[in-house]
């Protein structure tokens, strides 16, 4: 948990200027949270999430 701490840290900073990857990123962490409960489920959102990281930083 304390890494993604650190990314949501580090992306927040990185996207201050460009409001609207900050919603989308923050909308991802929203949805992935809930999931956090079952390791076959964090396993998949982490794929996920790694697979939305280009669109984050469009």
């Known amino acids: 948990m304390s890494t993604l701490v650190i990314e949501i840290v580090h992306f927040t900073l990185l996207a201050l200027p460009n409001v609207g990857a900050l919603i989308v990123f923050y ?6 949270l809930p999931e956090c409960t079952s390791s076959r489920q964090l396993r998949t959102s982490r794929v996920r999430r790694q697979g939305m990281l280009p669109i984050w930083h469009v």
């Open 27 to 32: 909308a991802q962490i929203y949805a992935f």
